[in-house]
């Protein structure tokens, strides 16, 4: 009734297994886009920060609206990015500390 098959070679079947198994990884991969390779192929794009050292009667508030373009940015977005960036858990900074700013 049915015709079997017998593997000759068991290297020569492990490499085809193995090819294949690739090429469905691989095709998985771009169709559910996973790999960090986005659909406008931009790819990572890299994220510039200015260093500034806190001076006397700066806030996070302040300094958000220094360093940020109003036009495009909300100052609450980036007081909230800045806090993320630095681990403040609080709006509490002090003279002489070290902030990273989002460019």
Known sequence: MFKRY??????RFTIFVTI??????MSISVI???GGVYAGGKG?????YYAITVESG???WSI????SDSNKTDIRRFIYEISNLNGLESSDISIGQQLLIPA
């Open 58 to 60: 700066d806030t996070l």
């Open 20 to 25: 294949m198994l690739l090429i469905i990884v």
């Open 32 to 34: 559910f886009n996973i």
């Open 44 to 48: 990572h794009e890299s994220v510039a």
């Open 6 to 11: 017998y593997i000759k070679s068991k290297i």
């Open 64 to 67: 958000a609206q220094r360093y």
